[in-house]
Each structure stands twice: as C-alpha cells, then as structure tokens.
C-alpha cells in the first residue's frame, strides 16, 4: 500500500498569515505516460464530509478560492493556504489515487492562533 | 447539482449485519465509478471498497474484504454497501462518494461526497 504521511498533526496560525501543510507519499504517485500526480487535497469541517480542493496535485478545483495553492511531484507534496481565513479552520488530508488501495493521510488540523 | 444521501447505518451487535444505500441524483450515476470511504470517531478517512460504472471491476481494503460487498443498481441510480460480521473497528460514518474517473484506465480524485451514514457496532 502506498502510506501517506501528513505534516504536522496540527498548526495554529493567525489571521491573514500563512499555512504549509506537508504530505509524503512512500510510493511516487506520478503517473509517467500524462506526466500527472495522482495527489489530491480535501478539507473536513466539524460535521461535514470532505470537500475537494485539489486534484493533479496543484488543480484548484472549481470555487475553491486562491488563496489555496498546492505543489509538489512524485512523492513529496504541499498544502499552502496564503492568508488564514477563519472559515478556514477545519482538517485537511492528502489522499493519493494512482493505485488501489486509495490512501489519506491521516490529516492535519489547522486552527487560528 | 449533485447529491449523494447515504442511509441504513444504526447500531449492531457484533457479528451482525448491516445494508447500506447511497441514492444518487444530479448526475448520469451509471457512467460514474463509485467509492465507499468510512471515518472512525475522531479519526482519519479509510477507504473501504469501489465499483466501477458498469460493475465488473470491485475492489475492498484488506480490512473488510470477505466481509464486506459493494453493489451497485444503475437503473435504480444506487449504491448499495453489505456489511457482514462486523466488528467493533467497523464502527464510524460511512460515505458514499463520487469518482469522475474511470477507475480501470485513468482514475481521478474523489470529488462528491455524501453527508454520510452513521454505523456503530457495539454489545
């Protein structure tokens, strides 16, 4: 199985300051024949499902606001959230999808300081 | 709009059994591959099991394979989970959840969910 690490466990950062969010994948998940990254990111608020923000690694998905951007190739990956937004708080997980079983990481909890 | 509205979760003894149901609408179902992925009390997404659009290619986690039978009713625009011999480690919310892609030749990210149903084993 390809493991998926998330970190840190949890970071506190104050309004209108920036959030990385770090993933390892123990496999890479590029995919060589399309030159993409099987890597998406989600964001979990208390009570809801996960919601797609991240797809192909860096792919914002559509409404997802501009101040999250993501980056990264073959095994190492990142989660950046420009300027903290309180309705940013929530959990937010990696989740590789270039082989079966799909993996996640085991989420990183961001929280304003 | 897409909508994904998962049923039939409730508390069991252990080594019951249990059938969850994800009602699709909004979307073409029968063209889509189709996940489940649970979520322990306070704890991480797990995948649990996927089905293609048409149904000849299912796949489980080791956790619950054996136990576990993923089904789907594409003239009904259904998603069914059968739950068998379940154990205490089977207890969380299961969703109900959405690949756009083709799971065979280009999978692609989840990126519908349902609002999940909760299942809780217990003596």
């Known amino acids: 199985d390809n493991v998926m690490t998330q970190s840190p466990d949890s970071l506190a950062v104050s309004l209108g300051e920036r959030a990385t969010i770090n993933c390892k994948s123990s496999?890479?998940?590029?995919?060589?024949?399309?030159?993409?990254?099987?890597l998406a990111w989600y964001q979990q608020k208390p009570g809801q499902p996960p919601k797609l923000l991240i797809y192909?690694?860096?792919t914002r998905e559509s409404g997802v606001p501009d101040r999250f951007s993501a980056s990264g190739s073959e095994t190492d990956f990142t989660l950046t959230i420009s300027s903290l937004q309180a309705e940013d708080v929530a959990v937010y997980y990696c989740?590789?999808?270039?082989?079966?079983?799909?993996?996640f990481g085991g989420g990183t909890k961001v929280e304003i300081k | 709009e897409v909508h994904l509205v998962e049923s039939g979760g409730g508390l069991v003894k252990p080594g019951g059994s249990l059938r969850l149901s994800c009602a699709a609408s909004?979307?073409?179902?029968?063209?889509?591959?189709m996940n489940w992925v649970r979520q322990a009390p306070g704890k991480g997404l797990e995948w649990v099991a996927c089905?293609?659009?048409?149904?000849?290619?299912?796949d489980y986690a080791d956790s619950v394979k054996g136990r576990f039978t993923i089904s789907r009713d594409n003239a009904k625009n259904s998603l069914y989970l059968q739950l068998n011999s379940l154990r205490a480690e089977d207890t969380g919310v299961y969703y109900c959840?959405?690949?756009?892609?083709?799971?065979?030749?280009?999978?692609?990210?989840?990126?519908?969910w349902g609002q999940g149903t909760s299942v809780i084993v217990s003596s």
């Open positions: 909004g979307f073409s179902f029968s063209y889509y591959t």
């Open positions: 192909w690694a860096s």
């Open positions: 989740q590789q999808y270039h082989s079966l079983p799909l993996t």
């Open positions: 496999q890479s998940v590029l995919y060589s024949s399309n030159n993409k990254n099987f």
């Open positions: 089905i293609n659009s048409n149904a000849n290619f299912i």
């Open positions: 959840a959405r690949d756009p892609g083709n799971i065979l030749v280009l999978p692609a990210a989840i990126d519908a």
